[in-house]
């Protein structure tokens, strides 16, 4: 892959994006990159973290490639469809954000399910100012994450949240100098919870509305598991 590295451990991948002379603006390889490993993480369920070569996550979308796109490239949501589909990854995804997380950078961290940050961190969508939106997820994510008055500043404003104010306005959980490997700690207390349980969790969690009738056949699903009774049964025994 020309515009990702990719290391595979066993329990989980860690994907950098790798055009640092770019600030890893988002460009059309990094896009069929990163579908290919979607690809290979729906085969086989890993946790992912998502972060930057060089001192940026992503400064944006790569603005040369951007500005070449007509009506019907808008139409079929490059973006927001990779997006979209990382989001609806089967295991729980960290972006490890140090840098510029701007644009189209900054809708890839927000469709991770978990954000930790360096003290640079910058996040930001300053679409409106080249005459285009935030079309890639921040609409409808955004205002999910941090509240529909500071999502607002962001998109309409081009109000953007340096560390200290993403970790207040709840975008990103901690603000440490070595955000990777904080990502890899959070992975690790993660990854001993039963993978099952993670994924029921995590696809009940992201549907919409209320959905108590979901949570009851989850449940049930996840009793009738050997993992449940193994793990329940080692619980018992450390009393």
């Known amino acids: 892959m020309s515009a990702l590295t990719v290391e595979a451990l066993a329990d989980r991948v860690v994907v950098s994006l790798d055009r640092p002379e770019r600030r890893n603006a988002i460009d059309a390889q990094m896009i069929a990159d990163l579908h290919d490993v979607c690809a290979t993480i729906e085969r086989n369920p890993k946790l992912v973290i998502i972060t930057g070569k060089g001192e940026h996550f992503a400064g944006g979308a790569d603005i040369g490639q951007l500005r070449a796109r007509k009506r019907d490239e808008a139409l079929a949501g490059i ?128 549907a919409p509305g209320s959905h108590p009738w979901a949570d009851d056949i989850a449940q049930a699903v996840l009793f009738e598991t050997e993992d449940k009774h193994q793990r329940m049964t080692a619980f018992l025994e450390k009393l």
């Open 79 to 206: 973006n927001r469809n990779l997006f979209d589909r990382i989001a609806k990854l089967p295991l729980p995804t960290v972006a490890a954000v140090s840098g510029y997380a701007l644009g189209g950078g900054a809708e890839l961290s927000y469709a991770c399910d978990i954000r930790i940050a360096a003290p640079t961190a910058v996040f930001g969508n300053p679409e409106p100012g080249l005459g285009i939106m935030a079309a890639a997820g921040a609409s409808y994510r955004l205002r999910e994450l941090v509240g529909l008055s500071v999502a607002k500043a962001v998109l309409l404003g081009g109000h953007t949240l340096d560390a200290q104010n993403a970790l207040r306005t709840g975008l990103v959980i901690d603000v440490v100098d070595d955000h990777l490997d904080a990502a890899h700690k959070l992975l690790d207390r993660i990854g001993r919870q039963s993978g099952l349980a993670l994924r029921l969790t995590k696809t009940i969690v992201d």
